[in-house]
């Protein structure tokens, strides 16, 4: 594909959406058009198993008609004048809110973040692509791969709606990922992944390499590891567990919707204190160098922006789409999630965890690592988080023991405890953030009092 | 309210013992000779790549047209009457005390799939998956509570209530939210425990389900060379089906699998005893099997993967009350919230309604639980398997890359696993 047919099949996509609109009649519309064109190449059980090529245009049609709201959608553009209708009729049969609305916007918005570099790598580029992260990852016989895999995106997302907002961005990328295990004999590890994702094709060889190298670390890491005691302590976070932990508590109690239906604890903690003052909670949705969420506006077509979520450990942000913002009457603040084929949601992109010196100590990783006597690094969190009470309880995944600077692997270890508790009890941490796959960055984090359950006993 | 429909084409070629995918939601025969285009350059691609050659072991192939129960008359119930029902129970869902918030969501699925094959399959597959998911939100002094139920089935509405009234779920969804308030933290450790029919189904299909998928297996799983190996307690069988044994509409039926495999039920363990994996067409041949009717794609744009369908545990002979009535210090978990398996066998899943037992009795409900251990361990440490039956994930979806409508269930069984709690 060349940006010149990308940049038609953008108007294509303009055009039936204008065409959809006309449909809608007096009422509030808007149709969320979306493109895709991706080639991936896919290695599975050890061999190369797959190669898979998708296309496909998508129409979301969202109607508001005197307070009520319909939704339909289709991948055939020939059916998006009916799709329109659809939607009118499931309008006419909803019941009405005074909070469903249409947003104003930017009139014209149109980004690009297409690297042609990228958009003409082929599919034997990719398989040679992917042969770097497998044979990075397998240079010791013992890792074993269940699945890795590239796929190169080409994708257009925009929004039509009829107060005249008109919102289109285009991108380009490069995902990898892996995903396998160590065996050594009888002797298999958990299964660890690794990945990500680039919109530039730069030095993808070099970045690929190194994951596989990291995922191979991992998961040798992983073998022969031992159970060790039960106990209620000091637990160090890895970034992808700070990511993963924090995350979904933190993440549900500033979406505003929890706020509205009091499903949140945090419904009254607008710029109180929800966290040590050390946490800072961030999201950079313009963030180019974050391809992951890279997100110039939101589902609704809102410009979106940076915002400070946690500030020193007070609550700073709640996130709005047009219906919260009106229900909350405020105003929406880029954050209504989704694709054309959902109705709108509420999210966050490219979000960032941090620690302010000062507060708690600040330390490098492998500091931290020399000066724990007995603790639990836990890397990934398997297990169930309840973000309406915080209470979580799961298996420590890749983790280790950390007794006197040495790393021992761990296997059959259960944590638990309240993650709006950790989220006061951070002791320490590091000042580096490390990317994680998924979208997040975070530090290590040194939390404290963590009910730790080994299975030996 | 909303509806989303999607339409298209996907086309598999095996040219010269490797796989080329595509797929187009441009149905016109331009975009159908490019997506066959595509498909042929992205097997050629990998040839040059592959080590061992694709080939394709024999199955029975359908041809005809295979419909589920209530494909047509779910559709034909007014959308009026599904979003009373809904409004409703909402509304039920808010009258307990301390209940905060409540959401009650319906959704249901039509998919029909034509099928063709260049060695025989030709046919049309139609089936009809409803759910309903109730949730109820809490709180007394500060403190906020989540209580959850659902139901899923292969078939029409009344398919939703054939085993439990819509109040029961209600009840049920809105008694663990206030009953949490209260309720202590579990101490972790090693305990003997019940696990209810859901949460039966929920360790067959993470623990031991994911293990035996033959694309697992190939790549190392635990169960890779236990064939024939005791792995098991002889009071568990354990078995895949694409059918609806014990109980009716399961949500995970599938009359015909994604590769035009006309399914049946596998047995996967037999009395204790490991005998199968769960096959696509490719793994069968590589494993010198029968494929099983396992390969599944969730929409017209995925690849078909190695799934299960319904797992469950076969019922025994065991009373329940006498079961629990052996017990002197443990736990009786339902309620499951998620879980997870792993390579190693080992695995992990939430338990959202557990009540403690002590003395043979059962006592109050305790806080949230993971409870964790590895497979083959907890069911070789079965004892007792009660006669009773339930399907009862039929809300779920299995997540592998892609998603997959699936069931699970069994009778109450008596184990050893691991809890999650406080220390």
């Known amino acids: ?457 | 309210m909303s509806l989303r429909q999607l339409d298209g084409v996907s086309i598999r070629v095996l040219k010269n013992g490797t796989f080329g995918f595509a797929s187009t939601s441009d149905m016109t025969d331009e975009g159908l000779a490019r997506a066959l285009k595509s498909a042929m350059e992205m097997a050629r691609e990998l040839q040059t790549r592959r080590l061992h050659p694709v080939t394709l072991a024999q199955a029975n192939l359908a041809r005809g047209t295979f419909a589920t129960d209530g494909y047509q008359t779910l559709d034909q119930m007014p959308v009026e009457e599904k979003l009373g029902i809904v409004r409703k129970c909402e509304e039920d869902l808010r009258k307990s005390s301390h209940i905060q918030g409540a959401q009650c969501q319906y959704a249901e699925i039509f998919e029909e799939k034509h099928i063709v094959t260049t060695d025989g399959a030709d046919c049309i597959v139609q089936i009809v998956r409803p759910e309903l998911r109730f949730s109820a939100f809490a709180e007394e002094g500060g403190k906020m509570t989540s209580g959850f139920d659902s139901v899923g089935a292969t078939g029409g509405w009344k398919c939703l209530f054939e085993n439990r009234s819509i109040e029961s779920y209600i009840e049920t969804a809105a008694k663990s939210a206030v009953d949490l308030l209260g309720a202590p933290v579990a101490e972790g450790g090693k305990h003997t425990v019940i696990l209810s029919p859901a949460m039966v189904g929920l360790l067959s299909h993470e623990a031991i389900g994911h293990t035996v998928e033959a694309d697992f297996v190939k790549s190392g799983s635990v169960a890779q060379g236990k064939i024939g190996h005791m792995v098991a307690s002889e009071l568990v069988t354990l078995c895949d089906s694409g059918l609806s044994e014990f109980k009716d509409h399961a949500g995970g039926m599938l009359p015909v699998d994604d590769e035009g495999v006309v399914t049946g039920n596998t047995t996967i363990i037999d009395k204790g005893r490991l005998v199968s994996y769960l096959h696509n067409r490719q793994s069968a041949a590589e494993f010198g099997a029968a494929p099983t009717g396992n390969a599944r794609a969730w929409e017209y744009s995925d690849e078909p993967l190695i799934r299960m369908r319904n797992t469950y545990v076969a019922p025994g002979s065991s009373e329940l009350d006498h079961m629990i009535g052996e017990i002197k210090e443990g736990f009786y978990i339902d309620g499951p919230e998620g879980g997870q398996a792993d390579a190693t066998g080992e695995f992990m899943f939430g338990a959202s309604r557990v009540r403690k037992i002590k003395n043979g009795k059962l006592e109050g409900m305790v806080q949230k639980v993971s409870v964790s251990g590895n497979a083959f361990e907890v069911l070789s440490s079965v004892d007792a398997v009660s006669r009773d039956f339930q399907w009862d994930l039929g809300s779920g979806h299995c997540g592998k890359g892609q998603p997959a409508k699936v069931d699970a269930g069994g009778p109450f069984i008596r184990c050893k696993v691991l809890i999650g709690g406080e220390q």
């Open chain 1, 1 to 457: 594909m060349t940006p010149e047919q990308l940049h038609q099949i953008e108007k294509e996509l303009q055009q039936a959406a204008r065409e959809a609109l006309g449909e809608v009649g007096r009422a509030d519309g808007e149709i969320c058009c979306g493109y895709e064109n991706k080639a991936r190449i896919i290695f599975e059980g050890n061999e190369f198993s797959l190669g898979a090529v998708n296309e496909e245009r998508t129409f979301g049609v969202r109607v508001i008609d005197q307070g009520r709201m319909g939704f339909s959608s289709t991948n055939q553009p020939d059916h998006l004048l009916s799709t329109a209708r659809v939607a009118c009729e499931i309008a006419r049969l909803s019941p009405a809110s005074e909070f469903h609305c249409i947003p104003d916007g930017t009139p014209h918005n149109v980004v690009s973040l297409i690297d042609s570099k990228l958009m003409e790598t082929d599919s034997r580029d990719a398989g040679n692509l992917l042969e770097i992260l497998v044979k990075a990852a397998s240079s010791d016989k013992r890792v074993t791969i269940d699945r890795a895999e590239i796929a190169l995106s080409t994708r257009i997302q925009s929004v039509l709606n009829s107060k005249g907002v008109y919102s289109s961005y285009s991108i380009t990328t490069a995902e990898y990922y892996i995903m396998g295990m160590a065996r050594d004999g009888e002797e298999v590890t958990s299964f660890d992944y690794d990945g990500g994702v680039s919109a530039q094709r730069g030095d993808l060889e070099s970045q690929i390499e190194t994951t596989g190298l990291e995922f191979r670390s991992s998961v040798i890491g992983s073998l022969h590891p031992i159970k060790g005691k039960s106990t209620r302590g000091a637990v160090l976070l890895h970034p992808r567990a700070v990511s993963d932990l924090f995350g979904s508590a933190v993440f549900f109690n500033t979406n505003a919707r929890m706020h509205q239906d009091l499903t949140s604890s945090w419904r009254d903690k607008l710029n109180q204190s929800v966290a040590h003052p050390s946490l800072m909670v961030t999201e950079h949705p313009l963030a180019r160098d974050r391809a992951e969420g890279f997100m110039p506006f939101d589902r609704e077509g809102v410009p979106a922006s940076d915002h400070a979520i946690i500030d020193g450990g007070r609550l700073n942000f709640v996130a709005h789409n047009s219906f919260t913002a009106r229900r909350g009457r405020s105003a929406p603040t880029g954050n209504a999630s989704g694709s054309p084929k959902s109705m709108p949601g509420i999210g966050f992109s490219n979000t960032s965890f941090g620690l302010k010196s000062g507060s708690v100590p600040i330390q490098t990783e492998s500091e931290w690592l020399d000066d724990l006597k007995h603790a639990l690094l836990l890397v990934r969190f398997s297990g169930n988080d309840d973000p309406v009470s915080g209470e979580f309880s799961g298996v420590a995944k890749n983790s280790s023991w950390i007794e006197h600077g040495a790393l021992r692997p761990a296997s059959e270890v259960m944590i638990s405890g309240n993650v709006f508790d950790l989220l006061k009890n951070i002791a320490g941490g590091t000042a580096q953030v490390f990317p994680v796959f998924g979208g997040s960055h975070a530090p290590y984090i040194l939390v404290e009092g963590v009910s730790i359950t080994a299975g030996n006993e």
